[in-house]
């Protein structure tokens, strides 16, 4: 984005399916409006930065901090971190991929960064197409689910290339496939979806080669809990969080698959959404 938000959640997962439910539960126009996006719509710098301020900043301030060692990603992170001693995250949230310890932290929620700030080598309150580094920085910088939330992708991919250093670690996660558009990205602030091709071929355009990649993400099955989420996100959003932070999410955690790593780029075609590791070129 333009802007920075945040990474697709288990709660946001849970809701995916709902969208080919839409006769029963539709998306109200005063939500469509609050989450300020359409797949057609171009978003400004300013619009995307109030939906951050309206709908992420009260998320963080209640929620706690999932410790990265958590997630399935932390055997792939921690070999990319002992690779590198300067490392940068875009958008974690308060839920980190890479360690708290040690990594600068780039976020557009003030409330996230200061429970960040504590422990972070620096936290700082700013955009991914306006990275406050200089070229080169860093040896390791992870971006997932953000860049599809990014009008500007090409600014987003240019900073990602500029401040990684020649030889350095990408770590990125989109979701594929347009023809796969439900109401569910609408919901969550989404710009696109990735053709796999383009996909290579954007991240090529900007220094990037891809080494592994794996399937990405948790999509649960069952439909009565899509609805439900749906519904509950849309007309009684406080209870839902405090159910997404104390029982989705580390729900969540606890039943995610082990990552599994290929060479290059996996087959894509049932993947709904994929993890990268590229290498700056």
Same mark, same amino acid.
């Given at each position: ?77 921690? /070999?990319? +971190? ?5 490392? $940068?995250? %875009? *958008?974690?949230? #308060?839920? =980190? ?63 990602? /290339?500029? +401040? ?5 670690? $990408?770590? %990125? *996660?989109?979701? #594929?496939? =347009? ?103």
């Amino acid at each position: 984005m333009q802007t920075v938000y945040r990474r697709d959640s288990f709660l946001f997962n849970a809701v995916r399916r709902c969208a080919w439910i839409g006769e029963k539960i539709r998306l109200s126009q005063d939500k469509r409006e609050y989450m300020n996006t359409t797949p057609a719509r171009r978003h400004t710098d300013a619009q995307l930065r109030e939906t951050n301020r309206r709908f992420y900043d009260p998320l963080w301030r209640d929620a706690r901090l999932v410790e990265p060692q958590r997630f399935n990603t932390w055997p792939l992170v921690s /070999s990319l +971190v002992s690779q590198s001693h300067f490392r $940068l995250e %875009i *958008a974690p949230g #308060l839920r =980190p991929r890479l360690p708290v310890e040690g990594t600068h932290f780039v976020d557009l929620s003030e409330p996230a960064l200061a429970k960040l700030r504590p422990r972070a080598a620096g936290v700082t309150l700013g955009s991914i197409t306006a990275l406050p580094f200089a070229s080169g920085s860093f040896g390791l910088v992870c971006a997932v689910d953000i860049v599809e939330h990014v009008d500007d992708e090409d600014g987003a991919l240019s900073e990602l /290339s500029r +401040v990684c250093d020649a030889g350095g670690a $990408l770590l %990125i *996660a989109v979701p #594929l496939h =347009p023809a796969r558009w439900t109401p569910f990205d609408d919901f969550v602030g989404h710009c696109r979806r990735y053709e796999p091709q383009r996909l290579l071929d954007k991240l090529g355009e900007y220094g990037f080669t891809v080494e592994s990649s794996a399937v990405y993400g948790m999509q649960p099955k069952s439909s009565r809990l899509l609805d439900l989420g749906m519904w509950w996100l849309t007309h009684r959003r406080e209870q839902a969080m405090w159910w997404y932070n104390r029982v989705m999410m580390p729900l969540g955690v606890h039943f995610q698959k082990t990552l599994s790593l290929q060479p290059g780029m996996i087959d894509t075609a049932e993947v709904d959404e994929v993890l990268l590791v590229c290498r700056k070129v």
